[in-house]
């Protein structure tokens, strides 16, 4: 239960955040904020032992029950990972951002955006119905996009928040589409229901359909290769955003929901090769292209890119395992996984602090364009330290924590060419060398980031500010990240057991022990370990890559201009949104006829074809009532007078032949035992045309109405249908006996209200309510004409509207 | 009679479907103002026709004429008077302030 109000808490305070905004001025709002992830950290530590000891927490609210949508929560060791970063994170990024932004900014939007994203981050990771974890997975694109846009007097940030909700809502709903495939297979939308049904599901014909949705909702979500476009866009975000969203948190629900699905499909082939080699290429791409940019955030963007295709990669690779299924020997597959998560921790970290890093710089000096840059070293000291302990963790270098996952990632790659599924033995040699290619770009864009900023001549001329170190305030959050980088290379096994630990056996449920698929992470693997090799060769080749950079630059501008990913997208949008206005405007066309005739051709082809096609038709004259001579002539009469107001030429006549045609229904209704309805039809007709008389002295005369040919037939002949289909759903109607009439009842009127005449007590007794809501009709109906009548437009209005 | 009703009910519904497609306000209203006598009869129609007598207790001992479809007509006959009032001044409103009555002259501002 508590849970479920750890999930609500954020947005709790976000409802209140505009009362507490306008209540303390004088304070910077986000020291309020801070309280929230701090608290929510705190409460969730104290869960840490009893998690570390394998237990788990569950607790359903009924919300839905009906069709099975209950408002679960299920903390584990994977839900706590992420719950642990985007709470520590968290708290870390508003300490950082009550520096960061001004108090001129609207820091109530800023801070409201940032609790709905938290809230709804934590029900992605703890919520156990896929429903829920739906609806809360929008959310965060929602708030991501409010976030991306907080600026948005800037063409940028609006144009980079479109771009990653149109990506990540597109992918949100073909994961929607998948989870509802989940559901037809196993007949529940928990998570946990799901893996206790799991027998058989690989054969279902569904299986590979619905396990590529989810993974497309995963992909875009987590920015993998050719979805990653929307990241390097979003960067338009405040850095604290940029920090919290898109470096730690956010972009790892698609990573989370790989983990919280491996268990479901990781044994299939297709899951195997689809996440693994979208990480592989996401990983190289994001790597090769980081090395181009010039904004130190664009690098840090696609270097997130990068690593969030290193851990996509080691999941996909970690699923081997499920494939083998339980044994001695296929427990050393589950490293990859468990690199996976031990790098995604360590990212968050040394990313982090860099995001943070980045901000300093932009913030004491006004410039993010390392052309623009460098030399900052001797006038910030503390931010060139947070900025090497981050970038040397980056590229995988000791004495840092990134060196230990990058390690465990070489060896996974190792490892997975030893296998022979999944057609491994013809292809896994890729793995290796991409994976050693990509870490030499790493090595390459760390080390930019670092020499290119803080080191060589000061260039103060093209600096909007004087550089100088930043507050202390703004450095606290950065250092206690790189505290961790240091820390966790250190003590890996106190992580390793307490929360990683668990996390595994949340990954791979079917395996016995959890503690068996924990490794004893160590940074020394002997002199001869080729992972050590690797890392001194991408040193050795990224410094001669690095030094040579000017030489190679070109081969970044051999992809055409016109054909680059962000191209092709800006293109299909552009093209998709001109092509659907163009087949809009043919058929909305501001004509109201035009309108009244879609209106009623659908109508025709459903209801007259469906009449058709089911065959319901019936017509037995038989059942009528005899025709009296009298009958036969009003009706013809009516009939005449109902044509020829078609053929009239003035207004009068035509409303005339109106009254004619209503005092022939007043007749009807005498005729047809109906004496109210007579008397009433009789009133109504009247004033209704005395009311056409009176508005005719303000309303134009009646013009003949320039038309061809073709269309008065097409008028005609949709005419026709439209009576055509009445009178025979009307003629089938009539015999139409499959239920009793409930007429009977209101026979006893003078028992039940007392009343004698029978239509009236049924107005004013039986359906008084119905009655008197009429009356507000009518009321409001007045009203209308009232105020139409009376309406002036205000002085200095347009008349016309534009 | 009920089949003679109902083509009566027919051709009151295509003249009505036809003036509504026309371009002129007045036109238009009375589309609507024949379409709801001919809702009004298709109401009754369906109900039966002359299979009793007036519903009112104290002038025959029964059968009864089916209440249930003349209460509804009643509603709906107040109902389109409303209607068709307000859509008469809405009518005079617009011809007011646009200066022309005619539906596709009327089509919104070219920008939107």
């Known amino acids: ?802 | 009679m009920e089949s003679l009703m109902m083509l009566l009910i027919g051709v009151l519904v295509a003249v009505a479907t036809y003036l509504v497609l026309s371009r002129t306000f007045i036109r238009v209203i009375l589309g609507t103002a024949i379409l709801s006598h001919a809702v009004h009869l298709l109401i009754l129609t369906m109900g039966g026709l002359k299979k009793g007598d007036v519903p009112l207790l104290n002038q025959s001992n029964g059968p009864y004429t089916d209440a249930l479809p003349q209460a509804l007509i009643l509603t709906a006959i107040v109902i389109s008077f409303a209607v068709t009032a307000f859509v008469l001044v809405l009518a005079y409103r617009v011809y007011k302030t646009n200066g022309t009555d005619d539906f596709d002259k009327l089509g919104g501002s070219s920008d939107e």
């Open chain 1, 1 to 802: 239960m508590i849970i479920v109000l750890a999930i609500l808490f954020p947005f709790l305070i976000a409802a209140c955040i505009p009362f507490i905004y306008r209540s303390f001025t004088k304070l910077h709002l986000g020291w309020f904020v801070l309280a929230v992830p701090v608290t929510l950290f705190i409460f969730l530590t104290t869960y840490i032992p009893q998690i570390a000891k394998g237990q788990t927490f569950q607790h359903t609210v009924e919300w839905i029950p009906t069709f099975n949508i209950n408002f679960t929560t299920y903390l584990d060791g994977l839900s706590m990972i992420f719950a642990l970063l985007i709470t520590g994170v968290g708290s870390l990024v508003i300490l950082y951002s009550i520096f960061y932004l001004s108090k001129k900014e609207s820091l109530q939007h800023f801070y409201c955006y940032l609790l709905l994203f938290m809230g709804a981050m934590l029900g992605v990771v703890l919520s156990d119905n896929l429903m829920v974890l739906y609806a809360f997975w929008e959310l965060t694109s929602v708030s991501s996009f409010l976030l991306i846009a907080f600026w948005h007097h800037r063409k940028a940030s609006r144009a980079g928040a479109r771009k990653s909700m149109t990506i990540t809502v597109t992918g949100g709903i073909a994961m929607l589409a998948g989870f509802l495939m989940l559901y037809a297979m196993t007949g529940t939308f928990s998570v946990r229901e799901i893996l206790d049904s799991l027998g058989g599901l690989q054969d279902h014909a569904l299986f590979v359909p619905a396990m590529c949705l989810v993974l497309l909702g995963a992909f875009t979500k987590s920015a993998q290769f050719p979805f990653h476009i929307w990241l390097p866009d979003a960067m338009e975000a405040p850095t604290p955003v940029s920090a919290y969203l898109h470096s730690a948190t956010m972009v790892k629900a698609g990573i989370y929901l790989v983990a919280r699905m491996t268990p479901v499909f990781g044994g299939h082939e297709v899951w195997f090769w689809a996440v693994s080699l979208a990480g592989l290429i996401t990983l190289f791409w994001g790597s090769f292209n980081a090395v181009k940019q010039y904004d130190l955030k664009g690098l840090l963007a696609y270097s997130t890119v990068s690593q969030l295709g290193l851990i996509m990669c080691l999941m996909g690779l970690g699923a081997a395992a499920l494939h083998l299924g339980y044994s001695k020997e296929s427990v050393i597959y589950t490293q990859a996984t468990f690199a996976a998560l031990f790098h995604l921790i360590n990212h968050s970290t040394f990313k982090g602090a860099l995001f943070m890093m980045v901000g300093i710089v932009d913030h004491e000096v006004g410039t993010r364009d390392i052309r623009r840059l460098g030399g900052l070293m001797a006038m910030m000291p503390f931010t060139f330290t947070i900025a090497v302990i981050g970038s040397a963790s980056m590229a995988g270098l000791p004495p840092f924590n990134g060196f230990l996952s990058k390690e465990m990632f070489f060896t996974a790659t190792l490892r997975i060419m030893e296998l022979d599924i999944f057609s491994l033995e013809t292809f896994g040699l890729l793995f290796p060398i991409v994976a050693w290619v990509a870490s030499v770009f790493t090595f390459i864009y760390s080390t930019i980031l670092v020499v290119r900023t803080f080191l060589g001549k000061v260039k103060p001329e093209r600096l909007e500010k004087p550089p100088h170190e930043a507050p202390i305030g703004m450095l606290i959050s950065p250092f206690i990240l790189v505290g961790f980088v240091i820390g966790i290379f250190f003590f890996p096994n106190v992580l390793a057991k307490n929360i990683l630990q668990p996390a595994m056996a949340s990954v791979y449920p079917a395996f016995p022990s959890a503690a068996e698929l924990t490794p004893k992470i160590s940074a020394w693997h002997g002199i001869l370990a080729p992972e050590l090799w690797m890392t001194i060769a991408i040193i050795i080749v990224g410094l001669a890559l690095y030094k040579t950079l000017p030489k190679w630059r070109p081969i970044y501008r051999i992809i055409p201009e016109n054909y680059t990913l962000n191209a092709l997208y800006e293109r299909f949008i552009g093209m998709s949104e001109s092509y659907s206005g163009r087949i809009t405007n043919t058929y909305m066309n501001g004509k109201l006829s035009y309108y009244f005739f879609y209106i009623y051709i659908g109508f025709v082809t459903l209801a007259a074809g469906y009449f058709i096609w089911s065959g319901t038709f019936s017509w037995t004259p038989t059942t009528d009532s005899p025709i009296e001579y009298y009958e036969l002539i009003l009706v013809i009469v009516m009939i005449f007078t109902a044509v020829s107001i078609l053929f009239t030429k003035g207004r009068i006549t035509s409303v005339l032949l109106n009254g004619v045609l209503g005092y022939g229904v007043a007749l009807s209704f005498v005729i047809f035992r109906a004496p109210d309805l007579a008397l009433t039809q009789l009133v109504v007709e009247s004033v209704t045309t005395a009311l056409f008389l009176i508005t005719f002295k303000f309303l134009p005369e009646l013009k003949p109405e320039r038309t061809s040919g073709a269309a008065k037939f097409s008028k005609a002949l949709v005419s026709i249908a439209v009576g055509a289909t009445i009178t025979f759903i009307g003629l089938t109607a009539i015999n139409y006996d499959k239920f009793l009439a409930i007429s009977r009842y209101f026979e006893d009127a003078y028992e039940l209200a007392g009343g004698q005449n029978i239509v009236n007590t049924i107005l004013g007794d039986f359906r008084a309510f119905d009655t008197m809501l009429e009356v507000v009709v009518l009321f409001i109906a007045g009203l209308g004409v009232y105020s139409l009548i009376k309406l002036k437009a205000k002085k200095g209005d347009a008349d016309v509207e534009n």
